[in-house]
């Protein structure tokens, strides 16, 4: 601690008179200050490298087996990876740029800086996918890339047809599972509550669902409630038509994706915007 | 300015706030003075818009805070110094306040200067520093946007004595050049000492408002000299109501100059003679009914 600064430091300059000639905060700086609160502590940039670090990590190592067996990677194998770790890592990136405004208590900053707390909600949104889509998309450009290695390695050709289907549909899924840890951080507003609430609606219902889709008296209502199914099948490619079964008819898993969507994310959205407009925040 | 005008919040049948008015204004240092649970706290979040007031109204220079242009940078708030990121350095903070406020940068610089903490201590994560050091960051924040009116709730919890002392000038210099300040605090000694205006509250309600010299002025005086039984009797005589005997100390309804004067013309010496009382007495005094616990906050206050 420094010694005692007296008040000569303090500029004798006049306060402000005119708030009328103060801007208004507007919704893109709201965004980039979210944006820079999702990356700079510690355990964001842990997170975001993590998902991306790891997913790289695992596609650079299918590669190596793949060049030496000189064998041609294909586009959705090394896509796997990507989703594998960062369906599960990134949207606790999203998580915790919206509870720790609580479990910090941050908010009582955040909120005196800016009353309108809908729009802060709606920044931190528009912030997680924004991050969600530059991890997404440098993952989905690392598969393209690796692919082209094993092509060159093995001198084999590669399958690029529809490269920018399994790519696209792949981001998409990704921004669905950011949405929707999005959308519980926002209900529960504490981290431990929220991410564990992620997980039982992304593992440990799927696992139920699979359970519950094999009894007769189930298996019609399981779909529409059963996300993780719903949303594998958005991000394969297969609801647009493309590496699906023959025979394959997507109006009713579209119906599927959309009920799954409207109860597990719009849902909580919709109630925690409520809780975090009403709440009192200390 | 800050306008409080018939304010109550209620939890269930808990009233924390109740119908509480007054005038923060321009110029000067108000203090918020009460004991802990008095409603200083859900008062001031009540003003920033984090809480709902039940009833009445709080107002910011005659607008609701939620209806400013740019909140921040009308009102610099300091609600919990504790309530920062953990894992951000102080002068990321700083950064990103002046950032979302539309500051320059080269506001962090000044006011790291302006509250005392150095190069090394900004770039340490809040985490690690003490109160006394949150505090000051929490002051430069509340003062990122350069506002007209700070909302400061126990700005001087963890300050050394020297640590106070600074506060009141940056604050009575702030004040003077046109700002308006309310502060709160539990403990008396600080606001006499950085309040220019002291609004006391206990249990929710105002019970006193005024300048310390008016709140610390007292009705009554204590009085010992070398013939308590005499003067006694001289002071009723004279109508001077006598209210307690204690340790060979009288005291009684009056003013010193009178019962000095009283004393000189009937030749007793006095040993002693002052006038009861002081902001202490009035504030234990007024919110004796409301402590929580009269032997522990009563006395350490």
């Known amino acids: 601690m420094s010694t005692i600064t007296t008040s000569e430091t303090v500029q004798p300059r006049a306060l402000h008179r005119s708030p009328s000639s103060i801007a208004r905060v507007g919704f893109g700086r709201l965004i980039a200050v979210e944006l820079r609160k999702a990356t700079n502590t510690r355990a964001a940039r842990a997170l975001l490298i993590a998902s991306c670090g790891v997913s790289l990590l695992a596609m650079v190592i299918a590669t190596i087996v793949n060049v030496n067996e000189h064998s041609v990677g294909s586009i959705p194998m090394f896509l796997q ?22 479990t910090q208590r941050t908010g009582m900053v955040t909120f005196a800086i800016e009353p309108r707390r809908a729009l802060v909600i709606f920044a931190k949104l528009a912030a997680s996918l924004l991050l969600a889509v530059v991890v997404a998309v440098v993952l989905g450009a690392a598969s393209l890339g690796l692919v082209w290695v ?19 549909s792949n981001v998409l899924a990704q921004l669905i599972w950011v949405l929707i ?30 359970i519950l889709g094999q009894l007769s008296a189930t298996k019609d209502i399981v779909p529409w409630f059963d996300i993780s199914s719903a949303v594998s099948k958005l991000g394969s490619g297969q609801l647009f038509g493309y590496w699906a079964p023959p025979q394959y008819d997507a109006s009713a898993d579209w119906g599927h994706l959309v009920v799954a969507l409207a109860v597990w994310m719009v849902l909580p959205l919709v109630l925690g915007l409520i809780r975090v407009i009403r709440a009192e925040i200390k | 300015m800050i306008t409080l005008d018939h304010l109550t919040k209620r939890y269930g049948t808990y009233t924390a706030v109740n119908d509480v008015t007054f005038t923060a204004e321009p110029g000067r240092v108000t203090g918020f003075l009460g004991p802990n649970g008095a409603g200083k706290s859900t008062s001031m979040r009540i003003i920033v818009g984090l809480t709902p007031a039940t009833s009445g109204s709080a107002k910011v220079n005659g607008t609701h805070y939620h209806d400013l242009t740019n909140p921040a940078r009308v009102v610099g708030t300091l609600l919990d110094a504790s309530a920062q990121h953990a894992g951000r350095s102080g002068r990321e903070v700083l950064a990103l306040g002046a950032f979302a406020t539309g500051m320059p940068k080269s506001r962090v610089d000044e006011l790291l200067n302006l509250v005392g903490l150095t190069e090394q201590e900004s770039k340490r994560r809040v985490r690690n520093y003490s109160l006394g050091m949150r505090q000051r960051l929490g002051l430069a924040h509340a003062l990122i946007g350069d506002p007209e009116i700070l909302i400061l709730d126990e700005p001087a919890n963890g300050l050394d004595p020297a640590g106070i002392r600074w506060m009141r000038e940056l604050l009575s210099h702030y004040a003077s050049r046109g700002g308006t300040v309310l502060l709160s605090s539990h403990l008396l000694n600080e606001v006499e000492l950085i309040a220019d205006h002291i609004v006391m509250i206990g249990h929710g309600r105002i019970v006193a408002e005024g300048s310390p010299a008016q709140l610390g002025q007292s009705a009554e005086s204590v009085v010992s000299s070398l013939d308590n039984e005499r003067l006694g009797a001289l002071l009723t005589a004279a109508g001077h ?13 009056g003013q010193p100059v009178d019962i000095g004067r009283l004393a000189l013309e009937n030749q007793i010496v006095i040993t002693g003679l002052r006038q009861a009382g002081g902001l202490e007495d009035t504030f234990l005094e007024l919110t004796a009914s409301t402590q929580r616990d009269a032997s522990m906050n009563g006395v350490a206050a």
């Open chain 1, 81 to 102: 990876f990507a989703v594998v770790f960062c369906q599960i890592l990134l949207p606790l990136v999203a998580v915790m740029l919206v509870t720790s405004e609580w």
């Open chain 1, 150 to 168: 094993t092509q060159a390695a093995s001198g084999q050709p590669a399958d690029w047809t529809n490269w920018f289907v399994a790519v696209g």
């Open chain 1, 181 to 210: 840890a999005f959308a519980l951080a926002s209900l529960f507003l504490n981290t431990p509550a929220a991410i564990v609430g992620f997980f039982v609606v992304q593992l440990v219902f799927s696992v139920i669902f699979q």
């Open chain 2, 241 to 253: 109501k006598i209210t307690g005997i204690r340790d060979g100390e009288i005291t009684v309804v």
